[in-house]
């Protein structure tokens, strides 16, 4: 999911005016921000595993 992300991102900086691909960025986003959500609530250990492997900033 952070791979698609990240791929969007860089589509994102070359085509601004893309609304298309800018609302699946958003919903991909948003997805990924629920399932941290629910991950650092129920396995904090596992959550602040993923970040660091990730490379997320939080």
Same mark, same amino acid.
Not at 7 to 25: A, F, I, T, V
Not at 52 to 57: C, D, N, T, V, Y
């Given at each position: 999911?952070?791979? #698609?992300? &990240?791929? *969007?991102?860089? $589509? @994102?900086?070359? $085509?601004? $005016? #893309?609304?298309?691909?800018? =609302? !699946?960025? @958003?919903?991909?986003? !948003? $997805?990924?921000? &629920? *399932?941290? =959500?629910? *991950?650092?609530?129920? #396995?904090? /250990?596992?959550? =602040?595993? +993923?970040? /660091?492997? *990730? !490379? +997320? =900033?939080?």
């Amino acid at each position: 999911m952070t791979a #698609d992300i &990240n791929e *969007l991102n860089e $589509h @994102m900086s070359e $085509h601004k $005016h #893309d609304y298309h691909s800018q =609302r !699946g960025l @958003m919903k991909k986003i !948003g $997805h990924r921000r &629920n *399932l941290l =959500r629910y *991950l650092r609530n129920n #396995d904090v /250990q596992r959550y =602040r595993e +993923l970040i /660091q492997k *990730l !490379g +997320l =900033r939080r």
